[in-house]
């Protein structure tokens, strides 16, 4: 139906009515229609908050699966102050006592023997360039080496495998390769990845990210030697019409070609882009050379500050414009090693001028030494510590953080082994056994136990005695909380299974919707999608399953508990409450304090068949089984309504719907054609009417 209609101009007749009247009979199938999708999507949304329910459930299972829910372990310590103890649920019901702590187990520390600042008064800053402020250390910090005389690299190589990455090149682009071998053995580098021959000893290097892949395995605890030189590729922005660019690094030993690309967009006066022909950006390049007579700057040339990498060019730079160069640059490295847990850790680092200090202790505390390095700006020196207590170097000189031969951590961060202090185990007596730990924190049995002051008999300290019992309040709790679920579950299923079906309620129309008030509808709705799931089989199925699964007996177990009854869990007397259980506690506590592991396995035990399984598997697959098959009727959030039952019901419906509500828009348009028609020819008779009678009079006159 469109455009305006205006109705009985000639027959006085109130078409509008008159149609929609006519048009209420033929909507009747389509309201009917609408009705069921609205019926349909009020049972799936019933059918997904069960599935919601079940959900829930089946995760609360998990824990009941669990052996320290049953088996929960109480510890108790005859001095706190002295050792504490916790207890996993596999430990047993004994008595430990620790008559001695000769010694509490500490980390390695070091720190500087004096300031790093060669002048007290004139700290230096951890954010500033090392290579700007390289006079503030004490002299002789730093060994400067040149990215283009070459990088020398050891990696590790851990576990066997062909492709390992080199970590000095950072940022920067392999310019070539002199050399690689490993444990001993020369490989030879190869242009292209296709071009590597099992049969050879070969490698292949990506130049931009230092990836090696090798002809073959490396076998594990073998050490890549690779030795390269590296060059960086700077690209910088001017920012404003200048003559003047700073390079990323300082400390520029040269530039390559002695030349550098500028490149830049020509703009109109407006400062605008220019476009060529085609709409595409016109971009200027042009090459600078290098000056280094220091005479006036011709404009295609540039000088360059080599400590600072300021650039200054014969003429000013388009604001946008890229400076693009490739250079060499100074660096500094050095290497640690730490001895813990997993055995020796060696760590090489490598830093350019632009790094500062921050950058290297991050790049330490984030390295795998298993050290915190901070600077301590009052004291003016550096502090390192171990990650791990105790002592893991079984040399003569037990130290465990090792600085190689640096000159920076040396003199630079004035760091000198012989100052470290601590890496000790843990010395103490259990039960009589004189033995150590590399931590305070150990685990024994089981029982884990932490010493937190020492315990010296000369001094008149009194044995600490551990006693471990179980827990059967909280495994008491645990088994609660997993009834008081359970009929929380039946409850609602319950609910839904008896809730009311008012027939006579159905879902509202369009029109009956518009002649109600919001309460109105609120309260016909609340009676038109109640009992959506009366009486449902897959609920009720469901309920059987759960109530099976509670009560059949637990095969192949050797304890006495192989049911819910023998440890005082039964249903309630009332039969119309569905099968909800209670729980004689007393009768419950008895039987954990008896046999915990029984009750465990009564809930947890795996198998074949169902009776092998314990109550919760069992509940956990009738529940898996359950969700599946609803979810296969009402879908899930996830899931188009191609994909289950009611979903293709609901696109059914709709189809017809949209069938029906195109034939009556051509019928209603139909209807006010006939009547428009009916109307245009009472006019012409009026007209005619109007006539007659005009001429009538006027032959009577």
Avoid: C
């Avoid at 500087?112 to 360039?129: E, F, L, R, Y």
């Avoid at 050879?200 to 230092?210: I, R």
């Avoid at 009992?531 to 109530?547: A, H, I, Y």
């Avoid at 007996?553 to 006495?560: I, K």
């Amino acid at each position: 139906m469109s455009g305006i209609r205006i109705s009985g101009l000639a027959s006085g007749l109130d078409t509008e009515s008159i149609i929609k009247d006519m048009m209420r009979a033929q909507r009747l199938p389509v309201d009917k229609l609408k009705q069921q999708r609205q019926t349909l999507e009020w049972q799936r949304d019933s059918y997904r908050e069960v599935n919601l329910l079940l959900t829930n459930f089946r995760d609360s299972t998990l824990n009941m699966r669990l052996q320290s829910t049953f088996m929960t372990k109480n510890t108790s310590s005859s001095n706190e102050s002295k050792v504490t103890a916790t207890a996993a649920a596999t430990a047993g019901d004994v008595s430990y006592t620790i008559s001695k702590v000769s010694q509490l187990a500490t980390s390695a520390t070091n720190s500087s023997a004096s300031g790093i600042s060669a002048d007290p008064n004139n700290k230096i800053s951890t954010t500033d360039k090392l290579y700007s402020i390289q006079d503030k250390f004490q002299s002789g910090a730093f060994e400067w080496k040149d990215t283009g005389t070459g990088i020398k690299e050891y990696v590790s190589v851990d576990s066997a495998g062909k492709e390992f990455t080199l970590k000095k090149l950072g940022k920067e682009t392999i310019e070539s390769v002199t050399g690689i071998n490993v444990s001993g053995t020369a490989f030879t580098v190869v242009e292209n990845l296709e071009d590597l021959d099992e049969a050879q000893n070969q490698v292949f290097v990506d130049v931009n990210t230092g990836k090696m892949t090798f002809s073959k395995e490396l076998e594990a605890d073998s050490t890549i030697t690779a030795e390269y030189k590296s060059i960086f590729k700077d690209s910088v922005t001017v920012s404003e019409k200048a003559n003047e660019v700073t390079l990323t690094h300082v400390g520029i030993t040269d530039i390559k070609g002695d030349a550098v690309s500028v490149k830049w967009y020509e703009r109109d006066a407006d400062g605008n882009i220019k476009k060529d022909a085609d709409g595409n950006s016109i971009e200027r390049t042009e090459t600078f050379t290098l000056n280094n007579s220091g005479s006036a700057l011709a404009e295609n040339e540039f000088s360059i500050d080599k400590e600072t990498g300021k650039m200054t060019f014969g003429k000013d730079l388009e604001k946008g414009a890229a400076v693009e160069a490739s250079y060499h640059h100074k660096y500094f490295e050095f290497e640690m090693v730490t001895h813990t847990s997993k055995g020796e850790a060696v760590e090489s680092f490598k830093f350019d001028g632009k790094d500062n200090l921050n950058s290297v202790i991050n790049a330490m505390n984030e390295s795998d030494l298993g050290i915190n390095v901070f600077y301590d700006e009052f004291s003016d020196k550096i502090t390192m510590s171990r990650t791990e207590s105790g002592n893991y170097n079984a040399d003569s000189n037990g130290k465990e953080i090792g600085f190689r031969n640096s000159s920076f951590l040396k003199v630079g961060l004035q760091m000198d082994q012989t100052n470290e202090v601590g890496g000790a185990n843990a010395k103490f007596t259990l039960n009589g056994l004189e033995t150590e730990r590399t931590s305070n924190t150990f685990t024994f049995n089981g029982v884990t136990f932490t010493l937190k002051d020492k315990i010296d008999p000369a001094a008149g300290d009194v044995p600490v005695t551990i006693s471990v019992t179980n827990d059967t309040t909280k495994a008491l709790d645990n088994i609660k909380e997993f009834v008081n679920s359970y009929n929380e579950l039946i409850d609602k299923l319950q609910g839904k299974l008896k809730e009311e079906r008012y027939k006579d309620y159905t879902p509202l129309t369009d029109e009956q919707r518009e002649a109600l008030s919001d309460k109105e509808i609120e309260k016909w709705e609340e009676k038109s999608k109640s009992g959506m799931l009366r009486n449902d089989q897959n609920l009720r199925s469901l309920l059987d399953k759960l109530r099976m699964d509670f009560y059949t007996p637990l095969a192949n177990s050797d304890s006495e508990f192989k049911q819910l009854s023998a440890i005082g869990i039964t249903t309630t007397a009332n039969y119309l409450e569905g099968g909800k259980l209670q729980i004689d506690e007393a009768k419950l506590k008895e039987a954990l304090e008896k046999d915990p592991e029984g009750i465990y396995n009564l809930f947890a035990a795996d198998g074949t068949a169902s009776g092998e399984k314990g109550i919760s598997r069992r509940l956990r697959d009738s529940l898996t089984s359950s969700i599946s098959t609803i979810t296969e009727r009402a879908g899930s959030g996830t899931k188009t309504n191609s994909q289950f039952t009611i979903g293709k019901n609901l696109d059914s419906i709709n189809t017809r719907i949209k069938d029906m509500e195109a034939r009556l828009v051509e019928k209603e348009d139909r209807y006010w054609k006939q009547f428009s028609a009916m109307e245009t020819a009472m006019q012409k008779m009026n007209e005619q009417m109007n006539y007659l009678m005009s001429q009538l009079g006027g032959t009577a006159g």
